[in-house]
């Protein structure tokens, strides 16, 4: 059954597992097999569901992160800069530093 996702806009919609796919996608750029990439849209989506009610597009992208911390640096730099909104340089090194402290 889906469950609603709330918008940044305050819009609500189903959520889509297809999305968070194609962000993943994105922002791996093919270093991982799209193998992997569906057992963490799993992953995701049944930690998603664990909670009640909708869950917010926020909560959604804390997730992706989190996975992407995990395997590609990289990634979770293009990834964040997205969600994250970054506006210039700035904001990638101080990700970048956050992302190394928490190493």
């Known amino acids: 059954m889906p469950f609603v996702v709330v918008k940044r806009d305050g819009r609500h919609e189903a959520f889509?597992?297809?999305k968070?796919?194609?962000?993943?996608?994105r922002a791996l750029a093919d270093s991982v097999p799209s193998e992997e990439i569906a057992v963490a849209v799993g992953r995701i989506e049944t930690d998603l569901r664990v909670g009640q009610g909708a869950v917010t597009s926020d909560?959604?992208?804390r997730m992706v992160l989190e996975y992407l911390r995990t395997i590609d640096e990289a990634a979770y730099l293009r990834f964040a800069s997205v969600?994250?909104?970054f506006r210039d340089a700035s904001d990638f090194e101080r990700e970048a530093a956050a992302?190394?402290?928490a190493d």
């Open 20 to 25: 968070v796919r194609d962000g993943l996608i």
């Open 16 to 18: 889509d597992s297809d």
């Open 83 to 85: 969600h994250k909104e």
């Open 59 to 61: 909560d959604i992208g």
């Open 99 to 101: 992302l190394e402290r």
